[in-house]
């Protein structure tokens, strides 16, 4: 049996997914973290730090197993040499995306944001007293990509300071190609647009043949590029709150350094230890998971389609299928969904309110039952 079937019970341990649905007959296939056990380097890391006994301040920027981790991950899996300096941690991504605007926007600015997109990016615009400018994705020979005509229509504003983007995209899953990416900084760089890159799914890409393309790696984007990453989807340890920013301006770091002070935590040292064992000792945990999340895409997606009233299309990348549901000719999807017994992500919590958004980073028996739900 594969290590990714055998996933630990979580519904007594306060989690967050399934406390949604306590006690009720639903399955929750929501938010986006996996059901799988962590893999054993990590634990045991960990379990190391537990046992030394002290919790007291670890400075991120000094621990040196996490930045030379971070360093090694990104040479080797994306061919990407930085500087240890480069990096900025934070605790989580979402914060680091509201300080990118704190940081370098004005009230009244504007944020350009690709759409569809998860909760707290499409948020974060409005709670940093600055103008959301969507830009939307469409769907083209069955992949969606983002609409970049409507990207360079709307950069040309000068009160477009910055554009966030996601990549891998959350909740379609496409991964921008190298074309994609080079218009992206053409369009930024020609219309003085600072770029922030929410790839934080990154390092979970299904289809083969199809690599990530670090927004900070391109030339044409280094000086003007805010880069975040985390170990956290990729490794199910987003619990530990730990992420980092790649910013190789030593401007733009100092600015987005200032724009988190006195505000943002430090990222905690069990995250940075979990991190360090992450990106240096669970290369061959994370081919194992590919290669099971790359099943449960096909099997889901073969399943979804044979249904009356959803489609989907497969995704390059995460362990999240976005569906159209459309065809169902219901006034609530997510209420359709719940009376199935399953608990997705409500589409109009992304701004389309006829998909929702299935999290399949669980065992294939769990899918299956989800799947078996949705059909009957």
Same mark, same amino acid.
């Given at each position: 049996?594969?290590?990714?079937?055998?996933?630990?019970?979580?519904?007594?341990?306060?989690?967050?997914?399934?406390? &949604?649905?306590?006690?009720?007959?639903?399955?929750?296939?929501?938010?986006?973290? /996996?059901?799988?056990?962590?893999?054993?380097?990590?634990?045991?890391?960990?379990?190391?730090?537990?046992?030394?006994?002290?919790?007291?301040?670890?400075?991120?920027?000094?621990?040196?197993?996490? #930045?030379? *981790?971070?360093?090694?991950?990104?040479?080797? &899996?994306?061919?990407?040499? +930085?500087?240890?300096?480069?990096?900025?941690?934070?605790?989580?991504?979402?914060?680091?995306?509201? %300080?990118?605007? &704190?940081?370098?926007? =004005?009230?009244?600015?504007?944020?350009?944001?690709?759409?569809?997109?998860?909760?707290?990016?499409?948020?974060?615009?409005?709670?940093?007293?600055?103008?959301?400018?969507?830009?939307?994705?469409?769907?083209?020979?069955?992949?969606?990509? +983002?609409?970049?005509?409507? $990207?360079?229509?709307?950069?040309?504003?000068?009160?477009?300071?910055?554009?966030?983007?996601? #990549?891998?995209?959350?909740?379609?899953?496409? %991964?921008? /190609?190298?074309?994609?990416?080079?218009?992206?900084?053409?369009?930024?760089?020609?219309?003085?647009?600072?770029?922030?890159?929410?790839?934080?799914?990154?390092?979970? +890409?299904? =289809? @083969?043949? %199809?690599?990530? +393309?670090?927004?900070?790696?391109?030339? *044409?984007?280094?000086?003007?590029?805010?880069?975040?990453?985390?170990?956290? &989807?990729?490794?199910?340890?987003?619990?530990?709150?730990?992420?980092?920013?790649?910013?190789?301006?030593? /401007?733009?770091?100092?600015?987005?350094?200032?724009?988190?002070?006195?505000?943002?935590?430090? *990222?905690?040292?069990?995250?940075?230890?979990?991190?360090?064992?992450?990106?240096?000792?669970?290369?061959?945990?994370? /081919?194992?998971?590919? *290669?099971?999340?790359?099943?449960?895409?096909?099997?889901?997606?073969?399943?979804?389609?044979?249904?009356?009233? $959803?489609?989907?299309?497969?995704?390059?990348?995460?362990?999240?299928?976005?569906?159209?549901?459309?065809?169902?000719? %219901? =006034?609530?999807?997510?209420?359709?969904? @719940?009376?199935?017994?399953?608990?997705?992500?409500?589409?109009?919590?992304?701004?389309?309110?006829?998909?929702?958004?299935? #999290?399949?980073?669980?065992?294939?028996?769990?899918?299956? @039952?989800?799947?078996?739900?949705?059909?009957?």
């Amino acid at each position: 049996m594969s290590q990714f079937e055998n996933t630990p019970d979580r519904r007594d341990f306060w989690t967050f997914k399934w406390q &949604k649905y306590a006690g009720q007959d639903v399955l929750p296939c929501w938010v986006a973290d /996996t059901e799988f056990r962590c893999a054993e380097p990590i634990l045991h890391a960990m379990q190391k730090q537990t046992e030394y006994g002290n919790f007291g301040y670890s400075l991120p920027a000094q621990h040196k197993p996490a #930045n030379d *981790a971070v360093v090694r991950w990104l040479k080797d &899996k994306h061919d990407w040499a +930085i500087e240890a300096d480069w990096i900025v941690w934070t605790p989580g991504v979402v914060p680091a995306f509201n %300080v990118a605007i &704190k940081a370098y926007c =004005e009230a009244g600015d504007k944020v350009l944001i690709q759409t569809p997109n998860y909760p707290p990016l499409l948020a974060a615009p409005g709670l940093n007293g600055t103008e959301r400018v969507p830009i939307p994705t469409k769907l083209e020979a069955d992949r969606w990509t +983002i609409d970049l005509e409507e $990207l360079e229509k709307q950069a040309a504003d000068p009160k477009c300071k910055l554009m966030i983007l996601c #990549n891998p995209m959350n909740p379609v899953g496409s %991964v921008m /190609t190298e074309s994609e990416i080079s218009r992206i900084a053409q369009i930024c760089e020609r219309n003085d647009v600072l770029l922030c890159s929410d790839e934080i799914h990154c390092d979970l +890409i299904l =289809e @083969e043949g %199809v690599s990530h +393309i670090p927004a900070g790696r391109v030339n *044409a984007l280094t000086e003007r590029s805010i880069t975040l990453m985390a170990a956290s &989807k990729t490794f199910n340890i987003a619990g530990l709150g730990t992420s980092f920013a790649i910013i190789p301006n030593a /401007t733009l770091r100092r600015q987005f350094t200032q724009g988190a002070a006195g505000i943002v935590p430090w *990222a905690n040292v069990m995250g940075l230890v979990a991190t360090a064992a992450a990106f240096t000792e669970c290369d061959d945990w994370l /081919t194992e998971q590919i *290669a099971y999340l790359r099943g449960n895409r096909d099997y889901l997606v073969e399943r979804i389609n044979a249904i009356d009233g $959803l489609k989907v299309v497969s995704a390059d990348a995460t362990f999240l299928a976005w569906i159209d549901a459309s065809g169902l000719g %219901v =006034e609530d999807v997510l209420k359709w969904c @719940e009376s199935k017994g399953v608990g997705p992500s409500p589409g109009r919590d992304f701004g389309e309110p006829d998909y929702f958004r299935i #999290n399949f980073g669980c065992s294939r028996a769990m899918l299956t @039952e989800i799947l078996d739900r949705l059909s009957a």
